[in-house]
């Protein structure tokens, strides 16, 4: 397996909800197409919105890793 190249990285573990997806969403905005965003985030509302969220903007989670009492994400500008 390929290691996927990330681009840039937002850490948003303590950063409540909707915050945290408009954090990730407007350094989406500043990334080129293709390139890829690595976050981090809670378990709990976190995990459970932000992805959904992204979806609905047309992009895509190419990979989602639970690590200790968090989730790490990588996601690819639509």
């Given at each position: 397996?390929?290691e996927?190249?990330?681009a840039?990285s937002?850490?948003?573990?303590g950063?409540m909800c909707?915050?945290n997806?408009?954090?990730?969403?407007l350094k989406l905005?500043?990334?080129?197409?293709?390139?890829?965003?690595?976050?981090?985030?809670?378990?709990?509302?976190p995990?459970?919105?932000?992805p959904?969220s992204?979806?609905?903007?047309?992009?895509?989670?190419?990979?989602?890793k639970?690590e200790?009492g968090?989730?790490?994400?990588k996601?690819?500008?639509?």
């Open positions: 397996m390929t996927i190249k990330v840039a937002l850490d948003l573990r950063v909707p915050i997806f408009v954090k990730t969403k905005e500043s990334m080129d197409a293709g390139e890829v965003l690595e976050i981090v985030l809670d378990s709990g509302e995990i459970q919105n932000v959904k992204i979806k609905d903007e047309g992009h895509k989670i190419v990979e989602v639970k200790d968090f989730f790490r994400l996601i690819q500008k639509s």
